[in-house]
């Protein structure tokens, strides 16, 4: 280290240049023995600070008293630039500025006046502030020479400068390299000069002086190293591109390592405002982050990580913070994997800064909590090493020092040292270092740590793969012929007549298809592992066109073909529920997003609490921009579709029995429907405003479920019966919309923005099928009808399959007094007197009609639903039972569900415990039936022996109720 006479020397070297006013002002300012010590601790830690210092003393006035630096560099270095007029004049005060920025950063980071996150901050600023003014001086200068860019509407085009790396992450270290690209937005020519050139001549102009102003080495040595390598093509392509050709390089061409590079990229001079920026932020975020979760990065990233250890035992890197096991780079490649995978889903993942993203990763449970703060603490610590190395000469380097004098620095420097907390206020680290063995120690189990994150998170499992695959007999499946297929059957005692046609179709299909080298290699390794997993099972030919279906799906997303391979768990879930549902399988093979399901099974075999489906909705709907109505109206199916999938997966493996299968149905279409009325709400109002009567959340809008909707009875395949109500008790005109009209038509636009939403054939498919057929007057009716007088309907005009219908009729979205008042109507009009014989013979009639409509009576089959003795009946009954009953024993009108109405029955004595018992358990073992065939994606028929008990019983109960009057008990308060 510095002895302690270096500061007297330095002052020795200073009055032989200074005059006698300023070595006055300085030892004046050096009196003060706290500063003293500052300065002399500075310069103890990096001879470069004495080397500016001795250039420019004055410096050391201006940091008097300083207890941070001042990182307002714009100001200063635009008051400074404002005086030159040529360029050599620019390279030199460049450099001036840059050495004493630098110097006094580092006597900031020496004294602990700034946080190793403020001293990354700081030196990213500098670094920016000088790319942009030297860019904006040079900009003028050359369209004063060559006149100004535009495109063909006349409008000037800016030269737009995109820092990589740790410059556009904010995180630059004290003597970085800096990685730029250097883009355009229209092709065009220059105005205002005597000869024009084109635009593409001008930037290349301009990017070749910003090079040569920051990058050559000159008497005052040099500004950045500048690293054009990142543009596309490399130092073989144009060293500037216009934004098309660069959108079409990265759409065509672009490598996952692109990918990773583009993660921290940032517009230098950035504003969100400007028109310009926003287009080139928009247009790279769909090749960086993929809207889908993205596991293709994994082996990206290792390969990269085998090139840099490769690269490291070349050059024989010993000692290396940075390349080496457990550095930063290994850091870097935990968060930005991560960054890649879920970016394009989790909007939070998409921040530059490696320490802004840890605690989202935290959040995600993709690190657990001590996991997270590990990584951080290395990272700060391993950050704080290589600022202190490169600060001592200003040198770009990584690699522990050898000799005794930089390694005493480094164990001061490191001794402690300030971090940001929470509360972003510096807290002083300190350490268990006091000399370099211990600094060793200290450093190696930072490094041990990290090694054991990345390892358990991304490390090689090349082989497990290559020794899955040498065990597997249909390795090079794509290679095989006809005869090679069925060798392997044969060889493996299986099925050839029922397998090989399977096998030769797929095979034949995929080997048309555009699958690329990298999804060619992926699917090698997988299809062994695939159908190994898929004939061990005996159901194994009825499973396999299944899943050969998933592939032949996916087979061009090499992501999902990568997701599949690299979690082995996902890819035995698919095979399993496969066998277990064709329509899951099915599913999957149409909406293959829903794959990002399978990799947590604790998740997916355990759906939300019923209650907890609105709250889910509306986090994952916050993920989508409030203002892209499309990307909104497909994350409504795509949560749909997942919550589907848990729940059928709980089915199956007999986590949910039916009645708790339907509930789950049931409140997620809730919740849908709810998040469909204020979607729809919000575009209506955007367009018309709201009516003036309504009052804070009030909407004055009721949607009403009716069939397995309201009977909270839904089905895999069940759609909608809705009703739409307004409250009409006030009527007036919509305010704060672009165009006003009244109520009523607010609401009719209303209702159908919501039918569009819900019936709109997306990608993702149609949310739900919807029908409106149950609203007054049926389709010759409003699509959406006031209160009132849906209340004089059901009163006066309803005809009986009407009111049967009310009874399995429920309030599922809407303003609570509304709410109210539906029930009101509905039990009023459920306990309304009427003529039982009447009642029974319209009843009957309905029945009779439907049997004759939708029932299809054959000797060898039951429908479940529409055949004599099935479900219908089973409704039917209820529905009449109800509207006998409830008007002399109104407790009957509470309930909407087939099973609690049966309940009410038998407490108040309109059936016996025995019946309602009876009717419960043939109600939900028939509906358990037709879920199961649901999944099977088979419709709702059986043999004709099957459920013949339960026929028997719902026929036995149907007689008594509609051919014996005396049968039916009165009902008993």
């Not at 099925?495 to 797929?506: G, I, K, T, V």
Request: hydrophobic share 40%; glycine share 4%.
């Amino acid at each position: 280290m510095t002895s302690p006479t270096a500061l007297s020397a330095l002052l020795t070297k200073l009055r032989a240049t200074q005059s006698q006013a300023t070595l006055a002002d300085i030892e004046t300012a050096l009196g003060q023995k706290t500063f003293e010590c500052q300065l002399e601790h500075a310069l103890s830690l990096s001879p470069f600070v004495a080397q500016v210092l001795q250039k420019q003393p004055q410096l050391i006035m201006l940091w008097r008293g300083c207890r941070t630096a001042d990182v307002n560099f714009t100001q200063k270095l635009a008051a400074t630039l404002a005086n030159v007029q040529d360029e050599l004049t620019l390279h030199r005060t460049l450099r001036v500025f840059r050495q004493a920025e630098m110097a006094h950063l580092s006597f900031c980071q020496s004294n602990n006046l700034m946080s190793v996150e403020q001293t990354f901050h700081a030196l990213s600023a500098l670094a920016e502030c000088i790319i942009t003014q030297t860019a904006a001086w040079l900009y003028h200068t050359l369209s004063q020479r060559y006149g100004t860019p535009m495109n063909a509407i006349g409008q000037a085009q800016p030269l737009v400068i995109l820092g990589m790396g740790k410059l556009g992450g904010r995180e630059l270290n004290f003597s970085s390299d800096i990685d730029l690209i250097f883009t355009y937005p229209e092709n065009g020519e220059t105005q205002g000069a005597r000869r024009s050139i084109d635009n593409a001549q001008f930037f290349t102009r301009l990017g070749q002086h910003l090079i040569q102003a920051l990058d050559s080495h000159t008497a005052d040595g040099f500004v950045y190293r500048t690293d054009m390598r990142l543009r596309p093509f490399g130092d073989a392509g144009a060293l500037v591109l216009n934004f098309t050709a660069l959108e079409d390089y990265y759409q065509e061409q672009g490598r996952d390592w692109e990918r990773y590079a583009l993660i921290k990229a940032r517009i230098m001079g950035e504003n969100d405002h400007n028109a310009y920026h926003q287009q080139l932020t928009n247009m790279l975020r769909p090749f960086v982050y993929r809207r889908y979760i993205d596991f293709s990065v994994i082996q990206s990233l290792r390969n990269m990580k085998a090139m840099i250890e490769r690269e490291v035992r070349r050059r024989a890197l010993v000692n290396n913070i940075k390349l080496g096991a457990g550095g930063i780079r290994e850091i870097e490649f935990i968060v930005q994997v991560f960054q890649l995978i879920r970016g394009g889903r989790d909007t939070h993942l998409q921040h530059r800064s490696l320490l802004d993203v840890l605690p989202h990763l935290v959040q995600l449970n993709v690190l657990s909590e001590s996991e997270g703060e590990t990584l951080r603490q290395a990272y700060l610590f391993l950050r704080r090493v290589e600022n202190v190395l490169q600060a001592i000469d200003d040198k770009q380097t990584q690699t522990l020092p050898d000799d005794e004098t930089n390694r005493a620095r480094l164990v001061t420097a490191c001794a402690q040292y300030p971090i940001q907390d929470a509360n972003a206020n510096r807290t002083l680290v300190t350490t268990a270092i006091h000399d370099w063995t211990s600094f060793e120690t200290h450093l190696q189990q930072h490094q041990s740590a990290v090694r054991d994150i990345f390892n358990a998170l991304i490390g090689e499992e090349e082989a497990v793969h290559t020794q899955a695959q040498k065990l597997s007999p249909w390795q090079d499946f794509l290679s095989f012929n006809c005869s090679d297929i069925e060798h392997v059957l044969a060889e493996n005692a299986l099925d050839s007549f029922d397998l090989a046609p399977s096998l030769e179709r797929f095979q034949h299909a995929i080997l048309r298809r555009p699958i690329g080298q990298r999804g060619r290699e992926v699917l090698n390794r997988l299809i062994p592992v695939l159908l190994d997993g898929v004939f061990a099972l005996s159901t194994r030919a009825a499973v396999l066109d299944s899943v050969l279906n998933i592939i032949a799906h996916i087979v061009t997303r090499t992501t999902y073909l990568e997701l599949l391979l690299e979690y082995p768990n996902a890819l035995n879930m698919v095979i399993r529920l496969s066998a277990a549902s064709p329509m899951i399988a099915e599913q999957v093979a149409k909406y293959p997003i829903l794959l990002d399901e399978l990799l947590d099974t604790q998740t997916l075999f355990n759906p939300p609490h019923l209650s907890e489906y609105p709250t889910l909705l509306h986090q994952y709907m916050l993920r989508i921009p409030r203002d892209d109505e499309e990307q909104q109206i497909d994350a409504l199916r795509q949560f749909k579709q997942a919550s589907l999938l848990h729940i059928a997966s709980a089915d199956i493996l007999g986590e949910l029995p039916v009645m708790k299968v339907s509930d789950h149905l049931t409140y997620l279409a809730q919740a849908i429907i709810g998040a469909v009325v204020t979607l729809a709400w919000e575009k209506t109002r955007a367009r018309y405003g709201v009516p003036a009567h309504l009052t804070g959340e009030d909407k004055g809008f009721l949607v009403i479920g009716y069939g397995k909707l309201g009977g909270i009875e839904l089905g895999y395949k069940s759609d909608l019966d809705l009703v739409f109500l307004y409250d009409n008790h006030h009527t007036s005109t919509t305010v704060g919309g672009k165009r006003s009209i009244d109520s009523e038509q607010f609401y009719l636009r209303l209702a159908q923005k919501i039918i569009s939403i819900f019936s709109l054939n997306t990608q993702a498919g149609v949310l739900y099928d919807v029908d409106m057929r149950l609203r007054p007057s049926g389709e010759a009716g409003l699509l959406v009808s006031a209160i009132s007088a849906y209340e004089s309907y059901q009163q006066q005009d309803a005809w009986t399959w009407e009111k049967q219908a009310l009874v399995r009729a429920r309030a599922v979205f809407g303003d609570a007094p509304l709410k109210v008042r539906f029930e009101h109507i509905r039990k009023q009009v459920l306990c309304q007197m009427r003529d039982v014989a009447t009642l029974r013979a319209e009843v009957m009639a309905m029945r009779e009609k439907m049997y004759t409509h939708l029932s299809h009576p054959s000797k060898h089959t039951f429908h479940l639903k529409n055949d004599p003795g099935g479900i219908t009946d089973i409704e039917f009954l209820a529905q009449f039972l109800v509207l006998a009953h409830a008007p002399t024993c109104p407790e009957l009108a509470t309930w909407s569900d087939n099973v609690r109405i049966f309940d009410d029955m038998a407490t108040y004595g309109v059936l016996s415990q025995q019946d309602s018992e009876a009717l419960k358990t043939c109600y939900t073992t028939l509906r358990n039936k037709i879920h199961q065939l649901n999944l099977q994606d088979c419709p709702p028929s059986v043999a004709a022996e099957e459920f013949s008990d339960e026929r028997a019983t719902v026929q036995r109960l149907w007689k008594r109720c509609f051919s014996d009057e005396s049968a039916v008990n009165t009902c008993k308060k």
